[in-house]
Structures are given as structure tokens and as C-alpha cells.
């Protein structure tokens, strides 16, 4: 991801004209690519229910299901002259569209003015939605209103597949533009909220539009090779811009991140890249993997959906991964800065949140408890998915007020309820001549036990296909073909029927409509489990290379069922029972059966999202700290405010397209919502710490085997390069070059002359633990320290440089700080202390200066360091100033030696604090040059951020409880330092200039205050 990062900054330009030159022909695409959906493909292969519509294509041509018809329906106030007006105009208008006819009805009435007259029609073409679309546009159809003729006595309807296809592509357009109506108002509101900038909103919100542009270009492109079901433009406006948002959020709020810890900003947006980069692309890969599971179930309306979503979630990854590092590269400081009226999203961005750190400390004190509760809650919710019945049916996604349910009603009306839908029986005789008189007695014992079958009106006459080999019988039902009663027909048929001709001398298939329903929906029930096993199987694969953790995979993979069974129930009370019809989600009696294998594989996808996201902040932390409460109680917190800003966004995307789209969109979009609302809630906040808690000593097991086999996902920010003259080298025997009470600060300071005299003794360790908190030189030699990157990378047997100090004599580090009983601020004035929370930050909090001599590292990062030992030695200048303790323990960073170690020392944006709490404990006239010169690198707004933040790093002793940040301000208002006039001082420290030195400081004060607003 780095060397994309670098690539990406450098020719930005070019990544934003690749990108325009593929979204300016997308425009046109997307506006065009309603015409090539289709509202079927809910066909199985291998089915009865294909066998036959196969057949009435090829060899009964006047039975094809491609059939369109017109109806006229009469007023009330209708005469004879107005229906026969009526149906003469609907004759003309079939003779005006090329390829169509009209075939004779036997059992149509002639037209009446109290009832409906229905004209069927037979097409040339199987393209029956355009045919479709232009009879709705001579009849007068207009969006969801009828026509009529000229005196409005009769109404004009267009039904059949064709018809139902061209109303749902215009539903669904109409229910898009609703949807982001609302969504995107909704988004920009939560991205302003998050980010405070107006610039920083508008990036993830454009490429969200993006997304969706392109892949709807995308989708047109297949359709024109395949077929593609009406239900993909939604799904893809969905997932397109609810992911693309989040992807590029998590991106940015890592930039962010990264720039308040004192980073360049072409360093933080390569920084964001290796960390959140790399999880989004982790994230898209395990929900397109996951996605593909559908491809299972077979079935052209389910494979283009998931096509369709699988479209969408990798454009979002690469929008995300290519254009948000580019824009970032040429608007990152706008992306950075706060807007000065938006005053409501000011709260603090970065760092670790106080709250969910003391809420993921209740919980993992509390894990069987807390474990428990969070289980019956999802349970509770899961429990009525048990009374889940599936069903299907395309006319259900229309309003009872729509002119394409009035049509079919208007039609059942005339011809029955099961009259446009019969059942076919298809009878074939593997000898042909299937009229001769031999095979009639099979055909009238077929047709006669068809009458005997529950729900049947009538059965027709058999019809023969043109090459004599079968004959087709047509039953009419008294029912809804969409009916579950209807199925019970089908399904009696197909056990009874068989058994009618002897064995071998005819094959007997059942299909038609309701045929066609029942062999989807029974192909769904029969194949989830295999889908559920499959994106199960890919989640945990995925989670596996990620967090390189068998127990954390697992516990992922079943956290993710849990949300996803809650879904489920949720379907049942918002749909079936209908507990939230009140707000507009109508009661049904089935839920389609294409949302719950929808809904598993996008659930375990968008789950995976944020499981990722979290489980490898947790990980990246414990990879440098070695403490899983630690790494839990920080990738909790540090990642709690994206999650839940992500969340936000995508459960409102979710409702939105829930209350504007169709009811099979809505129960994808009210299932979604829930369980990502439930896991990043419930299982993100309660289940996965406590059950890290419970689990402590597995949640990182992996076998050796697997270890090594696994490929390595390195999380880890990029290390910024250094010069080996930033590097403490140091011979052996440092009392040789140093005297024995020689103060650290004074051994950093002679780096240069130590380098000279020793060049080839390095010692190179990652802790920060330069006051002792190493492990002993006995148990060093046993066990390599914990969290060392140095040590995991040493061949065995190598043994570093070390130096033995004896803090009793040498009085190096720990001995100067240990002998002071002086407070200064940092856990009660020891330094020892303060290292110990560096210590138990880097998993070695057991080593911490005990009996026997400790091991000091001695390589250090010269700079920061100083001031970082500055700031545990020095005291208050006045017994009147207020005391501040230190309240948490230093920020690090990892650095790259030239030698290729990692070493631990602390951030830019913390020694910008540790030089501010300087100022404040001695106030010398140093302090406030290296100030002026750290905010030069910077701009005095990044300053004011990092420092306005202080307060909670730092707490006052003192009964007066003065805020560090406020005493700050005014000490950086009017520098007044107390050894100003000292020539002495001045001399040493080279008199820089100070009206120059004020006047940084005075922009760093005025800044902080406009942050404080």
C-alpha cells in the first residue's frame, strides 16, 4: 500500500482524469440502463417449471409465456358504445406496434360495460419490456396512472411479464431519486458532524456518487450480455454509495489521525493508506468473496443482484484506495481544517475517548455478564425468525393503488383470478405422435386426474407441439396464481401425475407461473445452507489472514450469525407481523424469498467491515504493546467514533431506500439497517470485549504451521527514515566514556563524540524503556522481550549491545529521577513511574525495575527523547504553581534505523505537548525557543489542536484544579520566561530571536482559543 500511496500522490493528476474519462460515458449508461433489465429471471435451471417454458417458446408459439394483453376497464357511468370504443382503440394501438398480434381468447365475453374486456396479444420479439413500454406509451399509461379514452369512461392497462418488468424499472428510478433525496442531505449532515469541515464531507460524498455512476455504466455493459434483474439498480445504489462513504471515511479519519500526531501531510495520507487502506481493501475483498456465495443458489435474478452488488462494493474500493489518497495529496490541509461556524462537530477527533475507555473497562472486568446479556439480546431478536415464510411475487412490489396491480385485477375480474396464470402440464412421448390414438387414453386420464386436483376450475383441451412429440394441458385455477394455495396445486400435481402413464411410455412436467415461483422459492430453501456454509467459510478465511487468529476468525464468524439471525427476526415483526405498518412498511403474509440469502451474504460482508476495522486496530496495537486489555481498551476506543459514524451512514442509506423503495427493497434495507446497527453496537461494544476478556490467553493463538503458511498483513503505519546520526552509539562500556553520575540528557548530547569513538557498537531495541523497565539480563538471555520488533527479527543467537547500569551508582536515568522526591507531574515526580506506563503500554509491565540490575537500551531517538526526559525530571519553577500529573502514558511511534529495526519513541504530536507541559513546569527561555520551533514544521491551527487536547493528558494537583490548556494559553499569550535577562543562559542558548519566538507563540495561543470556541 505504501508504494500505491507514493504512486498515487505522485500522479494524482492522472488518476483524476482516468477517472473522469470513465465516469463521463458512465453518466450516459446509467441514464440508459433501465431499457436492458428485466423483472423475471427467477427461473432454475434443470427445473420442471424451465423445461416447460422452454418448450412453449420453441414448439407453441401461441402459448408463450412472453405473452403481453390489454384491458379496458369500464366506469360505472360507462355505456356499450364507450367499452366497444374502448376496445377498437386497443386493437388499433396492438396493429401500430411492429410484431404484434392479437390471439383469439375462447373464454372472453364479448366487451360488456359492466365488466372488464381483456385483449390478449402474442409478440414476434421475446424483448416483451419494450414492446411493453410502447404500448404503455400509445395506451396513456404514465407513471403510475392509467390511460383512458378521450371521454375518461374507460380506463387502459398494459399487464404481463413485459409490462411488469417496464413498471418496475420505472418504479425503481422513481424510488432511487426519492431514496437520496434523503440519503444524501442525511450523510453530509453525519459527515459534517465527524469532520467539522465542509471540505473533508465532500470528498467521501463524492465518491459516493461516483461509485454509484460508474457501476451503473458497469451494470448496463452486462446487460447487454446477460440477464440482469430490475433490482439491480437499487442494490447497487445502495451498497455503492453507503460503502463507498465508509471506505473513504475510514481513510480519512486515519489522515486526520495521523496529521494531529505531528505528521507531514504526504506522510499521513501514506500512513492512512497502510493502516486504514489496507483494511478497506481487506473489507471489499471479503465482501465481494462473500457476495459470490449467492452465485450457489443459481438463478439469473439472485446472480445479477449479486453481480450488481459485487460491482458496486469493488468500485467503492477502488474509488477509495485511489481517488481519496489523491485528493488527500492536493486537499488534505482543507480536508484538516475545522470550519470556524461549525462549532457543534468541535469535539475532540483523535486519541482514546475517556468513556469508551471506561466502558470497555467495565465490560472486560464483567466478560460472563456482560457476554451473557448481549447474547439473550440478540436472541430475543433473532427468536421470531422462526415463524419466517417465504414467498415471491413480483406484482406484491407494486401499491394496490398502482395501474399495473388495477390492471390485473381489472383482468382477473374478467377471466377469473387464476386465468392469466394456469398451470401447464407438458406431456411428452419419447416415441412421438403424441395425437395418434394410442396415446389419447394417456392424455385424457392425465387431464381427467387434473381435475381432481384441489383449487382447479377447468382444464382445456390439449394442444399439440408442432413436431407432434408432446401435448400441453392447461389448468385454470380458482385462486391467485401467486397464492400459496396455488402451490399446494403444483405441488399435488407433480406427485400425482407421474404415475398416470405406464412406466416409460410418457415424461410429465408441471410448470407455468406458479410452477416457476415454487421451484425458486424451493431452490433458495434447498441451497442457503450451502451459502450459508460458503460465505461462513470465506469470512473466516478472510478474518484468519487479517488478525492471524484462529479464536478471533471463529468468534467473528459466529458474532456475525448472531447479527444475521437478529435480521432475520427483524423481517418477521416489521414485515409479517407488521408492527411498524403505522409508518408506512406494509404487512405482508410471506417475506421474499430472495432477501434472506441476500441478506446473509451482504450482512457477513458489511459486518466483516467492521469487524476488520476493529480486530486490526486491536491487533496493530498489541503488536507494539504486547497487552490484550490495553490493545482492546485502544482499538475500542480509537475506533468507536468512526465505527459509529460510519454505522450512522450506512443504517441511514439502509432506511432510506427501506421507506422509498419496493417491499422486496425495503426488507433488504430494514434487515441491513438492523444488523449493522446490532453489530456495531451490541457485538462490537459489548460481545467482542468481553469475550476477548474471557479468552485472554487464546484470542492469538495460531498454530506454527498455519503461521507460517499464512501470508503477513503488516498494519503498521510507515516508518519515517532516519539519519544514523539521530542514533545513540555507544561502546560496551559506556563508564569508559562517560563519568558514573552522568545525566542521560548529557550521554544523548554527545551522541556525535560516542559515534566517533565507537562506531560499530549499536544497540538497537523497540521498547521506549530508557529507565530500567527492561527485563533482566538473566531472563533477557531466556525469553526475547515482548512486543520487540528487534527481537522477533534477530537470528538466535545474535545478542545485542546492552548496558548493566546499577541505578544505585550509575545514577543514569532511574537513579537521577528515583533520588528526587520533588513533584513533577509525572506520577508523583519518579520517572521510574512514568516509564512504567510506557512499559505496561509495550507489554513488559512485569519487567519493571525490581531487584537485580536492569537492562538499559541505549539506542534513542536524540530529539524527542531529550525532551521526553526533560519532562520526567523537571520540577515546577515556584512552590505556588500548580502541579499536573501526567494521566496517561506517552504516545509513541516506531522510527526506521538505517539498519532496517524499529524503534519506539514518541510522536510528533506528544513531544509538542511534553515541550508545552515544559513551558509550564520551568518556563525557561529554551523551552519556549524549541517551542517556536516545533510550530514552524507546522501549521499554529494543527498546533492548537494537538494542544487544546492537553487536559486530557494532564490534571492539576492543586485545589484550584486549573486546566493545563487554558494556564498554556496565557503563558504563550505574553512569554515571560524566568531566565530571560540571564546573559549566562543566553549565551549558551545562542539569543535567538525573540520578538520572533513571541510572536509564534502569541499565533499558537490565538489559534487555540478559535479552537476552544
Given at each position: 500500500m505504501m508504494r500505491l500511496s507514493r504512486s498515487l500522490r505522485k500522479y494524482r493528476w492522472l488518476v483524476f482524469t482516468g477517472w473522469l474519462l470513465a465516469l463521463v460515458p458512465a453518466i450516459y449508461l446509467a441514464l440508459t440502463q433501465s431499457g436492458n433489465l428485466t423483472g423475471g429471471g427467477f427461473e432454475v435451471a434443470g427445473s420442471q417449471s424451465l423445461l416447460v417454458h422452454d418448450q412453449l417458446e420453441e414448439l407453441y408459439h401461441d402459448q408463450g409465456s412472453s405473452s403481453l394483453a390489454?384491458?379496458?376497464?369500464?366506469?360505472?357511468?360507462?355505456?356499450?358504445?364507450?367499452?366497444?370504443?374502448?376496445?377498437?382503440?386497443?386493437?388499433?394501438?396492438?396493429?401500430?406496434?411492429?410484431?404484434?398480434?392479437?390471439?383469439?381468447?375462447?373464454?372472453?365475453?364479448?366487451?360488456?360495460?359492466?365488466?372488464?374486456?381483456?385483449?390478449?396479444?402474442?409478440?414476434?420479439?421475446?424483448?416483451?419490456?419494450?414492446?411493453?413500454?410502447?404500448?404503455?406509451?400509445?395506451?396513456?399509461?404514465?407513471?403510475?396512472?392509467?390511460?383512458?379514452?378521450?371521454?375518461?369512461?374507460?380506463?387502459?392497462?398494459?399487464?404481463g411479464q413485459g409490462a411488469l418488468s417496464a413498471a418496475a424499472a420505472q418504479n425503481t428510478k422513481h424510488d432511487i431519486a426519492a431514496a437520496e433525496?434523503?440519503?444524501?442531505?442525511?450523510?453530509?449532515?453525519?459527515?459534517?458532524?465527524?469532520?467539522?469541515?465542509?471540505?473533508?464531507?465532500?470528498?467521501?460524498?463524492?465518491?459516493?456518487?461516483?461509485?454509484v455512476v460508474v457501476t451503473m455504466g458497469l451494470v448496463y455493459l452486462l446487460s447487454a450480455y446477460t440477464t440482469m434483474s430490475v433490482f439491480v439498480t437499487s442494490t447497487v445504489s445502495m451498497f455503492g454509495i453507503a460503502l463507498a462513504v465508509d471506505y473513504s471515511l475510514f481513510i480519512l479519519m486515519r489522515f486526520r489521525e495521523e496529521l494531529r500526531s505531528g505528521r507531514?501531510?504526504?506522510?499521513?495520507?501514506?500512513?492512512?493508506?497502510?493502516?486504514?487502506?489496507?483494511?478497506?481493501?481487506?473489507?471489499?475483498?471479503?465482501?465481494?468473496?462473500?457476495?459470490?456465495?449467492?452465485?450457489?443458489?443459481?438463478?439469473?435474478?439472485l446472480k445479477s443482484m449479486a453481480t450488481g452488488a459485487i460491482l458496486a462494493v469493488a468500485v467503492a474500493m477502488l474509488t477509495s484506495t485511489t481517488l481519496t489518497p489523491a485528493a488527500l495529496a492536493t486537499f488534505g490541509r482543507s480536508a484538516a481544517k475545522r470550519s470556524a461556524f461549525l462549532h457543534w462537530s468541535r469535539g475532540p477527533e483523535g486519541g482514546q475517548s475517556r468513556f469508551w475507555n471506561r466502558w470497555v473497562g467495565w465490560v472486560m472486568r464483567r466478560p460472563w455478564i456482560s457476554a451473557l446479556a448481549a447474547s439473550l439480546v440478540l436472541l430475543v431478536m433473532a427468536a421470531p425468525a422462526a415463524s419466517m415464510v417465504l414467498g415471491n411475487s413480483l406484482l406484491r412490489q407494486f401499491d394496490s393503488s398502482h395501474e399495473i396491480r388495477a390492471g390485473v385485477g381489472a383482468a382477473a375480474q374478467?377471466?377469473?383470478?387464476?386465468?392469466l396464470g394456469p398451470i401447464r402440464v407438458l406431456v411428452t412421448f419419447p416415441d412421438g405422435g403424441a395425437a395418434s390414438p394410442e396415446h389419447?387414453?394417456?392424455?385424457?386420464?392425465?387431464?381427467?386426474?387434473?381435475?381432481?386436483?384441489?383449487?382447479?376450475?377447468?382444464?382445456?383441451?390439449?394442444?399439440?407441439?408442432?413436431?407432434?412429440?408432446?401435448?400441453?394441458?392447461?389448468?385454470?385455477?380458482?385462486?391467485?396464481?401467486?397464492?400459496?394455495?396455488?402451490?399446494?396445486?403444483?405441488g399435488w400435481m407433480r406427485a400425482q401425475l407421474p404415475s398416470v402413464p405406464d412406466r416409460g411410455t410418457a415424461r410429465v412436467d408441471v410448470g407455468g407461473p406458479t410452477a416457476l415461483i415454487k421451484d425458486f422459492d424451493d431452490q433458495v430453501s434447498k441451497t442457503e445452507p450451502l451459502v450459508l456454509g460458503i460465505v461462513a467459510l470465506i469470512a473466516f478465511v478472510m478474518l484468519l489472514l487479517s488478525v492471524h487468529s484462529v479464536f478471533l476468525a471463529l468468534k467473528g464468524v459466529l458474532m456475525t450469525l448472531l447479527s444475521v439471525a437478529a435480521a432475520y427476526g427483524s423481517l418477521v415483526m416489521v414485515f409479517q407481523?407488521?408492527?411498524?405498518?403505522?409508518?408506512?412498511?406494509?404487512?405482508?403474509?410471506?417475506?421474499?424469498?430472495?432477501?434472506?440469502?441476500?441478506?446473509?451474504?451482504?450482512?457477513?460482508?458489511?459486518?466483516?467491515?467492521?469487524?476488520?476495522?476493529?480486530?486490526?486496530?486491536?491487533?496493530?496495537?498489541?503488536?507494539?504493546?504486547?497487552?490484550?486489555?490495553?490493545?482492546?481498551?485502544y482499538g475500542v476506543s480509537t475506533s468507536a467514533r468512526t465505527i459509529t459514524s460510519a454505522a450512522l451512514i450506512m443504517i441511514a442509506v439502509f432506511i432510506g431506500f427501506a421507506f422509498a423503495g419496493m417491499p422486496l427493497v425495503a426488507e433488504i434495507g430494514v434487515a441491513c439497517a438492523v444488523a449493522i446497527a446490532v453489530d456495531a453496537t451490541v457485538v462490537r461494544l459489548v460481545l467482542v470485549p468481553a469475550l476477548m476478556a474471557m479468552f485472554a490467553q487464546w484470542n492469538w493463538w495460531i498454530p506454527p504451521w498455519l503461521s507460517r503458511v499464512l501470508p503477513s498483513?503488516?498494519?503498521?503505519?510507515?516508518?519515517?527514515?532516519?539519519?544514523?546520526?539521530?542514533?545513540?552509539?555507544?561502546?560496551?562500556?559506556?563508564?569508559?566514556?562517560?563519568?558514573?553520575?552522568?545525566?542521560?540528557?548529557?550521554?544523548?548530547?554527545?551522541?556525535?563524540?560516542?559515534?566517533?569513538?565507537?562506531?560499530?557498537?549499536?544497540?538497537?531495541?523497540?521498547?521506549?524503556?530508557?529507565?530500567?523497565?527492561?527485563?533482566?539480563?538473566?531472563?533477557?538471555?531466556?525469553?526475547?522481550?515482548?512486543?520487540?520488533?528487534?527481537?522477533?527479527?534477530?537470528?538466535p543467537g545474535q545478542i545485542p549491545h546492552q548496558v548493566d547500569i546499577d541505578d544505585e551508582k550509575a545514577g543514569v536515568g532511574v537513579g537521577a529521577a528515583d533520588r528526587r522526591t520533588g513533584s513533577n507531574g509525572h506520577t508523583n515526580g519518579t520517572a521510574k513511574k512514568l516509564v512504567g506506563g510506557l512499559a505496561s503500554r509495550n507489554g513488559i509491565a512485569k519487567a519493571i525495575v525490581g531487584a537485580g540490575r536492569p537492562v538499559h537500551p541505549v539506542t534513542l531517538w536524540r530529539g524527542r527523547l531529550s525532551v521526553a526526559i526533560d519532562a520526567l525530571e523537571s520540577e515546577t519553577d515556584t512552590a505556588d504553581r500548580p502541579v499536573y500529573e501526567r494521566r496517561s502514558p506517552v504516545e509513541t511511534t516506531h522510527v526506521q534505523l538505517p539498519t532496517g529495526d524499529r524503534l519506539l519513541v514518541p510522536t510528533g504530536a506528544e513531544t509538542l505537548r511534553l515541550k508545552g507541559y515544559l513551558i509550564m513546569c520551568r518556563n525557561s527561555?529554551?523551552?519556549?525557543?524549541?517551542?517556536?520551533?516545533?510550530?514552524?514544521?507546522?501549521?499554529?491551527?494543527?498546533?492548537?489542536?494537538?494542544?487544546?487536547?492537553?487536559?486530557?493528558?494532564?490534571?492539576?494537583?492543586?485545589?484550584?484544579?486549573?486546566?493545563?490548556?487554558?494556564?498554556?494559553?496565557?503563558?504563550?499569550?505574553?512569554?515571560?520566561?524566568?531566565?530571560?535577562?540571564?546573559?549566562q543562559g543566553s549565551e549558551a542558548d545562542a539569543r535567538p530571536d525573540w520578538d520572533e519566538i513571541r510572536q509564534r507563540c502569541l499565533s499558537v495561543a490565538v489559534a487555540m482559543l478559535e479552537e476552544a470556541r
Open positions: 390489454l384491458v379496458a376497464a369500464p366506469r360505472p357511468d360507462a355505456s356499450y358504445a364507450d367499452i366497444n370504443d374502448a376496445v377498437a382503440l386497443l386493437r388499433r394501438t396492438a396493429a401500430e406496434v411492429p410484431g404484434v398480434s392479437e390471439v383469439p381468447n375462447p373464454t372472453q365475453r364479448p366487451p360488456q360495460p359492466d365488466r372488464p374486456y381483456v385483449l390478449s396479444l402474442r409478440l414476434d420479439s421475446r424483448n416483451t419490456s419494450d414492446v411493453a413500454k410502447q404500448l404503455r406509451k400509445k395506451v396513456g399509461v404514465n407513471g403510475d396512472q392509467p390511460g383512458q379514452t378521450a371521454n375518461g369512461r374507460v380506463r387502459l392497462y398494459v399487464i433525496r434523503w440519503n444524501l442531505p442525511v450523510i453530509l449532515i453525519v459527515l459534517l458532524a465527524v469532520f467539522g469541515s465542509l471540505a473533508a464531507a465532500a470528498i467521501p460524498l463524492a465518491l459516493g456518487v461516483c461509485t507531514e501531510p504526504r506522510e499521513a495520507v501514506d500512513a492512512a493508506m497502510a493502516t486504514s487502506g489496507l483494511a478497506v481493501v481487506l473489507s471489499g475483498m471479503t465482501v465481494v468473496a462473500s457476495l459470490t456465495g449467492i452465485y450457489v443458489i443459481n438463478t439469473p435474478a374478467a377471466l377469473g383470478p387464476g386465468a389419447s387414453q394417456t392424455i385424457g386420464a392425465i387431464r381427467q386426474r387434473m381435475t381432481q386436483a384441489p383449487n382447479i376450475v377447468s382444464v382445456a383441451p390439449p394442444q399439440f407441439a408442432e413436431d407432434n412429440g408432446s401435448a400441453l394441458l392447461s389448468a385454470v385455477l380458482s385462486v391467485d396464481p401467486e397464492d400459496m394455495r396455488a402451490r399446494e396445486t403444483v407481523w407488521g408492527w411498524l405498518k403505522d409508518l408506512g412498511f406494509a404487512q405482508i403474509s410471506s417475506i421474499d424469498s430472495t432477501v434472506p440469502p441476500l441478506v446473509l451474504a451482504m450482512t457477513f460482508g458489511l459486518s466483516m467491515d467492521y469487524e476488520i476495522f476493529l480486530l486490526t486496530r486491536i491487533r496493530e496495537r498489541f503488536l507494539h504493546s504486547g497487552n490484550t486489555r490495553d490493545a482492546v481498551a498483513v503488516d498494519f503498521d503505519r510507515p516508518l519515517p527514515e532516519v539519519d544514523l546520526g539521530d542514533v545513540v552509539v555507544i561502546p560496551d562500556d559506556i563508564s569508559a566514556l562517560t563519568a558514573p553520575n552522568a545525566d542521560l540528557r548529557m550521554v544523548l548530547k554527545s551522541a556525535a563524540k560516542l559515534k566517533h569513538l565507537a562506531p560499530d557498537a549499536i544497540c538497537v531495541t523497540d521498547p521506549l524503556a530508557f529507565t530500567g523497565c527492561g527485563r533482566s539480563g538473566k531472563e533477557r538471555q531466556g525469553a526475547p522481550v515482548q512486543g520487540s520488533e528487534q527481537d522477533r527479527g534477530r537470528d527561555r529554551r523551552d519556549y525557543a524549541d517551542f517556536a520551533d516545533m510550530v514552524e514544521t507546522l501549521e499554529p491551527e494543527t498546533a492548537a489542536v494537538v494542544l487544546a487536547g492537553m487536559d486530557r493528558y494532564y490534571c492539576c494537583q492543586s485545589p484550584r484544579r486549573e486546566w493545563i490548556a487554558t494556564q498554556l494559553v496565557r503563558r504563550l499569550a505574553d512569554p515571560d520566561p524566568c531566565d530571560l535577562n540571564d546573559e
